[in-house]
Every structure is written in structure tokens, then in C-alpha cells.
């Protein structure tokens, strides 16, 4: 069971690099793809109708983390203390810019919500390299502050390619056209880090396992729903992917 | 304030500013979902305008649910990491359950919902909103199993130094949760119900030209608030049985707990008859006859005042326990947190949602006031002649 729920663990970290890397990817080059308003307009519609499937990963992760590995998470949390407050507040500046930029007519105002947003991204890129440098060496001090330049360089190196990929695959019209595969590339490269944080964590994670008890609750309570998580996020790809007609047409609501 | 004050002090802050929020998703998801399903059915117009416009109130609401909701699941292992080490195997469970399934559905549907206006085939458009707002009960559901299990740890025996869950069934039928949460769901309905009551009168009394649009609105709200009201006052007295015989002296110990329970019952009282005797029988000529106005938008802060007294009341009277007789709140602090570190979190936290609170209740204001016209929330097509080369003459 415990490998069980550490594959879920596992599956939703890497799940969140994959998907909300891309968001957090565009949102760092929106001043560089988007050169005016209308295409920031643009870029931004096109990572809207999956922000909020995609964010939602690692919300869940971390309950898996709660729920299943208990003693694990107040540790690695505390350990990773001002990491942690830098990352939620980089989430919120970067979500409120995306649910704010419309709310008001006017380019300062968009433009405000525009550079909440950027900033946000880069927030969330960096924070993530330093926190991985922490949590997969155990490191603390200067060592593990030289790890996490060169990890926040990587992470946000990768999810700003992400992002080029999956706007240039929704986008027509923005850079080279990619296909689907060139996509799943880039989603693969962006969960590479959390793929690779989580192989050196493998042991210590499953050794926190709550009791079987604890578990099988869980299990009995998560499976039956699980079809169901997997058939929404489907639906999401479906509904908002590139071939669909209209997809410019109606405006964004962030 | 030492340490522990300090990360007192942030938790229940960011916990009443979240509250503030999700009473408001609680009462209006359903009530859009109303709208919305009425406009399937009729194919009224009306219908169709008010689940945008509502609907619209409602997610900028939701914004605000997300960003406090976020720093309240990160601030469990930031500043309570003794709570986990020594009663997560019980108490992750149902949070574990409510970010996995309940707000995972949630937030993908709400994407879809938001996003899926004229790309979804109608139906399935209207089938989002009702699974947003069962999975936003769901969430509150488990939400509310978590906090009885602090107020009453049943389920779960001490072994060795931690607790165990020995009986999942208890943890589900803990009488300290199977009052409360109809008490919680009836506050969103009432808060929700008489928002858009009370914007609706306001709109009214300036002789808004959409007359029919906000009387309906008015009825609507009304008739849910009413709802919400009987629901929270019966499942709040229906409480102090449990609570006297599980937490004896809940109300005693603090004067504050005391206060706050006071305060709420005398302003659910006096809603519950304003409701009873004014507003539900009068319901048919309420948004005609102008001087009720004024009584509804007076009453409309009076549910979200209320929550959070009785958020105030329910912990505030937990204390010293963070676990009811078995865990102190000092105990479970994290090991090793300072001030400098609470303060400095506590600051970037308050501030940053603090002032978004404000822009957000400001955004909300400015949507009520400008009307539905002015609705971009499933707005019709843009027409910008750059995005679509439109043939030089259609016949």
C-alpha cells in the first residue's frame, strides 16, 4: 500500500511540473512573446481553461502528502519554511493577476495584473529549484544554496521552454508550429526535475507511511472517484485543445 | 505576542478571511446552479442572464476561497507540524480526501464551467455547475470532518505516542460534526441568499431599468436565504446537546467564546424573524414595496458578521486543546519556530491577502453596480476585426 500512495505522490508532483509548467512558463515570458496587449491577451487566453486543473496537482499532493506520509509532511514543510511562504506568496501574486487583469477596463490596470502575473511565474519557477536543492540533498547552508541557483536556473530554463512549446501548439501563429509530440516532449523535460527530486526521496518517503488503517481508508474512499479525476482533466484537454473551432473568439475570462 | 500567540494569531486570521469567502461560494454555487437550470428548462433569457451575472459575482468571490484556502493547507506543516507527528494518521485522512477528490473536481469542473460557455453542448455546460457546487459541499463536508475530530477526537485510540484510527465509521458519525455541518451549509445558503437579495433591493431602490431581471433575483435570494436561516439556527441549537455533554464548559473558560456565541445567536435570532415575519410573507410584493429595501441591505453583512463569531465561538472555546484532551495547542506547534519566523509570514500573508480581500470586495461591488448588461462572465463573441477576417458581404 505504501508504494501504492507513493505512486500517487509521485504521479501528482510530476503531474504538476508537466501541466502548470507551462502556465508558470508562459507567465515568465509574457513580456517576451507578448509584445503588445492584444497578443498578451492572447497568450493568456490560451493557458486559462487549464490553469485551474493544472494548479489543483500539487493542492492535492500535498494532501497525499498529509494524508498518507503525515510525519513526512510537517517536516519537510517546517524544514522548507521561508521556501514555502515564497511559493504561496509567488502563487497568489501570479493567480491574482490572472483572475484580476479583466476585471477592469484600462491598459494600466491590465498591465498592473500583467506584471503581477510575470512576476508570480518567476516566483514559482526559482522557489521550486531551491526547494528541490534542499529536499533531494538534505543540504543546508552554502552548498545547498549553490545547488539551488543552479537547480532554479534549470526549472525555470525548463518551464519557460515548456511553455514556448505548449503556446506555440495552441497558438497558430506563434512561433513554429508544434505538434502534439513536441508538446509531450517538453511536458516530460519540465516534470524531469520533480521526477528526479522524488527517485533520491523514494526511501525515506515510503519509511514515513501512515499506518495500513490509515490507508486503506483512503484507498476506499479515493478509488471510486478516481475515473472520474481522470475523465474531468480528459475533458479539459478536449474541450480547450487546439483544433477546436472558436477558440479566439470568445473572450477569456482571465 | 509570543510565538505561539503569533501563529495563533495567523491561523485564526487567515482562517476567518478564508471564511469570509467560501460562505459566500457555498450560498451562491447552488443559487446559480438554480438560475442556470431554470434557463435550461424555460429557454427563458432572463434566466440565462442572471446565472452570468451572479455567476460572475460568484467567481471573483472564488479567487479570494483559492488564495486563502492555498496558505491554509501549507500552514498545518508550517506552523503545526506537531499536530501531524502526533494525529495525522486521523486527521490527514479527511484532508487528504477533501484536496484529492472534492477540490480537485471542483477547481477541473469550475474550469470547465468558466471557460466552457459556447464551446460545451448546453446541458453539459449546466451539468459543471451542479458538480462544482456538489463537490464545493463535498470539500466542506470533509473540511468540517477534520475540525470535529479536533473538537471531539472520535475514531481514534492513543497508541504509543500517536493517535490511531481504529474506526473510520465514528470519525464520519461524530456528533460534534453531524450538527455542524448542516449548521455551516445552512450560514453559506443564508450569506449567499441574501447577497443577492440585498444587491438586487439596492439595484431596485436606484429604479434600476432591469426590473424583472433583479425581482426575480430579489425572490430567489430571499426564498434561499430563508432556507439558509432555518437551517442554521435549528442545526446551531441542535448542537449544545453534544457539545455540553463532549465539551463541558466550551463556552465558559474564555469570555471571548462566550461573546461571539452570544452576538451570533442574538443576530441569527433576529434574522431568523426579520425572515419569518417580514421578509418571507411579503416575499411577493418585497421587491415592489421600496421601504423593505433598506431592511435588506442592512441585513445582508449581518450573515457573514455572524460566521465569523461562530468560527470564533467554536475554537476559541477549544482552547488550550488543538486536539480536544489530548493535544495542546503548545504542543502542537512546530518544534524550533520562532518569532522572527511567524512574524515575518504572518506579515507577507495578511498584507498580501488582506489588500487582495479589499480589491477583490471592490471588484465585486463594481460588477454589482454596473449591472448585468455590463456581464463579461459568458460573454457572446468578440468582435474584434483583427481576430476574425469576416467575408467582405454575408448574405
Not at chain 1, 501512515?210 to 478536449?238: C, D, E, H, K, Y
Not at chain 2, 466550551?250 to 462566550?258: A, E, I, Q, V, Y
Not at chain 2, 410573507?281 to 450573515?303: G, Y
Request: hydrophobic share 55%; net charge positive; with cysteine.
Amino acid at each position: 500500500m505504501e508504494i501504492v500512495w507513493f505512486g500517487a505522490l509521485a504521479l501528482l508532483l510530476a503531474g504538476y511540473f508537466a501541466l502548470e509548467g507551462f502556465d508558470i512558463g508562459v507567465g515568465m515570458l509574457l513580456p517576451v512573446l507578448g509584445r503588445d496587449q492584444a497578443a498578451r491577451d492572447r497568450l493568456v487566453g490560451a493557458i486559462a481553461p487549464f490553469v485551474l486543473a493544472n494548479e489543483v496537482w500539487l493542492v492535492a499532493g500535498v494532501g497525499v502528502l498529509f494524508g498518507a506520509f503525515p510525519t513526512l509532511e510537517g517536516d519537510v514543510l517546517f524544514a522548507l519554511y521561508p521556501l514555502v511562504v515564497a511559493l504561496l506568496v509567488s502563487w497568489i501574486v501570479r493567480d491574482a493577476g490572472l483572475w484580476f487583469r479583466r476585471r477592469v477596463d484600462g491598459p494600466r490596470w491590465r498591465a498592473f495584473w500583467d506584471g503581477a502575473l510575470c512576476a508570480g511565474s518567476w516566483g514559482l519557477a526559482l522557489t521550486w529549484g531551491f526547494a528541490l536543492a534542499r529536499v533531494a540533498t538534505g543540504l543546508d547552508g552554502l552548498p545547498a544554496l549553490l545547488l539551488g541557483v543552479v537547480l532554479a536556473a534549470v526549472v525555470a530554463a525548463v518551464f519557460a521552454f515548456h511553455g514556448r512549446t505548449f503556446a506555440a501548439w495552441r497558438l497558430a501563429g506563434e512561433g513554429r508550429p508544434r505538434g502534439g509530440r513536441a508538446l509531450l516532449g517538453s511536458a516530460l523535460l519540465a516534470a524531469s526535475p520533480a521526477l528526479a527530486g522524488l527517485a533520491l526521496t523514494a526511501s525515506t518517503v515510503v519509511g514515513h507511511a501512515a499506518p495500513a488503517g490509515t490507508l486503506n481508508m483512503l484507498g476506499l474512499m479515493v478509488v471510486p472517484f478516481a475515473p472520474l479525476m481522470v475523465g474531468a482533466q480528459i475533458w479539459v484537454w478536449r474541450t480547450f485543445g487546439p483544433r477546436r473551432p472558436a477558440g479566439s473568439r470568445v473572450p477569456s475570462f482571465f | 505576542m509570543d510565538v505561539l500567540d503569533l501563529a495563533r494569531t495567523q491561523f485564526a486570521v487567515t482562517g476567518s478571511l478564508h471564511f469570509l469567502f467560501v460562505v459566500l461560494t457555498l450560498g451562491l454555487a447552488p443559487l446559480v446552479a438554480i438560475m442556470q437550470t431554470r434557463h435550461a428548462l424555460s429557454g427563458k433569457p432572463v434566466f440565462e442572464r442572471m446565472t452570468r451575472f451572479w455567476g460572475q459575482t460568484y467567481v471573483i468571490n472564488y479567487a479570494l476561497g483559492v488564495f486563502t484556502g492555498l496558505v491554509m493547507e501549507f500552514q498545518f506543516g508550517l506552523s503545526w507540524s506537531g499536530l501531524s507527528h502526533y494525529a495525522g494518521d486521523v486527521f490527514g485522512a479527511p484532508l487528504a480526501i477533501e484536496t484529492l477528490v472534492a477540490f480537485f473536481l471542483e477547481s477541473t469542473f469550475l474550469a470547465l464551467w468558466i471557460f466552457g460557455w459556447h464551446r460545451l453542448p448546453r446541458w453539459l455546460h449546466l451539468a459543471c455547475i451542479w458538480l462544482v457546487t456538489l463537490t464545493a459541499y463535498a470539500s466542506a463536508f470533509w473540511i468540517m470532518v477534520a475540525n470535529a475530530f479536533l473538537q471531539n477526537p472520535a475514531g481514534s485510540q492513543v497508541r504509543g505516542d500517536r493517535l490511531a484510527l481504529t474506526d473510520p465509521g465514528a470519525l464520519l458519525s461524530n456528533p460534534s460534526f453531524v450538527y455542524a455541518f448542516p449548521h455551516v451549509i445552512g450560514a453559506g445558503l443564508l450569506a449567499g441568499g441574501l447577497v443577492v437579495a440585498g444587491a438586487s433591493a439596492f439595484q431596485l431602490s436606484r429604479r434600476h431599468p432591469e426590473a424583472e431581471f433583479f425581482t426575480r433575483s430579489m425572490r430567489l435570494g430571499t426564498v434561499v436565504a430563508s432556507i439558509g436561516v432555518f437551517l442554521a439556527v435549528g442545526f446551531g441549537f441542535a448542537q449544545f446537546g453534544p457539545i455540553g455533554g463532549l465539551q463541558p464548559g466550551k463556552f465558559d473558560s474564555d469570555p471571548l467564546s462566550g461573546l461571539s456565541l452570544g452576538l451570533m445567536i442574538m443576530l441569527g435570532e433576529l434574522l431568523m424573524l426579520l425572515f419569518m415575519f417580514l421578509l418571507l410573507p411579503l416575499i411577493w410584493w418585497l421587491p415592489k414595496w421600496r421601504w423593505t429595501h433598506p431592511v435588506v441591505i442592512l441585513a445582508t453583512p449581518v450573515p457573514f458578521v455572524a460566521a465569523i463569531l461562530g468560527w470564533l465561538a467554536r475554537e476559541v472555546g477549544r482552547q488550550p486543546w488543538m486536539i480536544n484532551g489530548r493535544l495542546t495547542v503548545a504542543d502542537a506547534m512546530s518544534p524550533g519556530l520562532t518569532p522572527g519566523m511567524v512574524g515575518a509570514s504572518f506579515a507577507a500573508f495578511a498584507g498580501l491577502l488582506g489588500l487582495l480581500a479589499v480589491v477583490d470586495y471592490v471588484l465585486i461591488a463594481r460588477t454589482v453596480l454596473r449591472g448585468p448588461a455590463a456581464t463579461f462572465l459568458g460573454a457572446p463573441e468578440e468582435s474584434h476585426a483583427s481576430d476574425c477576417p469576416s467575408p467582405a458581404l454575408t448574405y
